[in-house]
């Protein structure tokens, strides 16, 4: 395993800790990303520091002080995919949950890059498209529930 990936590891068991005692008010976004010529088709990636089996959306946190959740789901998929986004994401969902011990408002948006051409960050051990039917997801390991929640929300047929 790498060493930064080992790092990151370390790191999140840190963090969440932290979340643990403190119980912290948190703010995260997930991305859907359509393929950009096949809107039947979903981006969906493995992360290489916290559920490394599990198949999830791209996306982290972010200070709404500094950015809206539309322009975090932006640098994500820039910083770990290193995609392009440039029509405005939409938001399909906001929810908050306290599932880590801490209170976590995770805002989801439908997007389209520019290009299904992918780079992983370090962040990433694996990403693939699939399709959006809920039930032909990768069966190789188990699914995200915000993958799941993503693909029930209503959708328009082509974000802005």
Request: charged share 25%; aromatic share 6%.
């Amino acid at each position: 395993m790498p060493f930064r990936s080992v790092v990151m590891r370390l790191g999140h068991r840190g963090i969440r800790l932290w979340w643990k005692v403190r119980k912290p008010t948190t703010f995260g976004v997930k991305a859907l990303l359509l393929h950009p010529d096949d809107p039947a088709r979903c981006l969906v990636v493995r992360h290489s520091y916290v559920d490394q089996e599990w198949w999830a959306l791209p996306g982290g946190g972010y200070n709404p002080k500094r950015e809206t959740a539309e322009g975090a789901a932006i640098r994500e998929v820039r910083e770990e995919l290193s995609l392009s986004i440039t029509e405005p994401p939409v938001v399909l969902q906001t929810l908050t949950t306290n599932r880590e011990g801490k209170v976590d408002n995770l805002t989801i948006v439908l997007a389209r890059p520019t290009s299904d051409h992918f780079e992983l960050s370090a962040e990433l051990t694996e990403a693939r498209w699939v399709s959006t039917d809920p039930d032909a997801l990768p069966t190789d390991g188990p699914v995200s529930r915000w993958l799941r929640i993503a693909l029930a929300c209503p959708r328009p047929a082509r974000p802005r």
